[in-house]
């Protein structure tokens, strides 16, 4: 790594890091504004706006599809699964970043993308699929179109595939994996960190306000209360 790359390096590590501070704030007021007054006795009818029910169901469902995991068949296509997602959402956010696809491979012994990208979306399409539920992110369009008394249905699904997510998280990401490696340890930790920790803040605040609301909340009204 040459001088100018090592300053970049560490300045991106810096900004992650700060950036990671400011959103373990950002979920503390989404938690605390957002679902600890939601989750009381009075607030459990599922067809009150900005109940919890959708979500606790969806976690709770997840749990519940763990259990078949002790089926061979099934947990070798779960974990099939789990590394096409892996590719998918490096190729999707390649795609964001106007990255240049030449190869799309999964196998059971062999997955990878080959892409072409500038330097600057090389980061998060390398570290994409340790921190972005796309499944997850593809339900937000139908929460916001949807009616509201099907919003419930949304928030189940919303907590599965985060759940999903969360799942694969932990199965895949080590420090000796070759994406966390190459875009750096300490880079890699607090870029990882940051947009779990935005994610999650994200996904408190849906059920209360809808998307657009949430999005707003923790983009813009959260960050700026708390560095005001």
């Known amino acids: 790594m040459n001088k100018l790359g090592k300053i970049g390096y560490i300045a991106s590590t810096a900004l992650f890091g700060m950036l990671s501070v400011l959103y373990i704030g950002v979920l503390a007021i989404s938690v605390c504004s957002n679902a600890v007054p939601m989750l009381s006795i009075a607030k459990w009818d599922w067809s009150q706006e900005g109940n919890y029910v959708g979500l606790i169901a969806g976690f709770l469902a997840y749990g519940v599809f763990l259990l078949f995991m002790i089926i061979p068949r099934m947990r070798h296509n779960v974990n099939w699964i789990m590394k096409f997602t892996h590719e998918l959402t490096h190729t999707l956010v390649a795609l964001l970043f106007f990255g240049k696809i030449r190869e799309f491979v999964v196998r059971d012994r062999e997955c990878y993308v080959s892409y072409q990208t500038g330097p600057i979306g090389y980061v998060p399409i390398t570290l994409s699929p340790y921190c972005i539920p796309i499944y997850t992110f593809m339900l937000f369009p139908f929460r916001f179109f949807g009616n509201n008394e ?39 930790a607090a870029f990882i960190c940051f947009v779990h920790l935005a994610v999650l803040s994200l996904i408190m605040a849906i059920p209360r306000g809808g998307v657009m609301n949430a999005l707003y909340r923790v983009f813009w009204e959260y960050p700026a209360g708390i560095l005001s």
Do not use: P, W
Not at 164 to 174: C, D, E, G, L, P
């Open 150 to 188: 099907y919003m419930i249905i949304f928030d189940v699904l919303i907590a599965f595939t985060y759940a999903f997510h969360v799942h694969s998280f932990i199965r895949q990401t080590r420090f000796s994996q070759s994406d966390i490696e190459n875009c750096g340890k300490a880079r890699s």
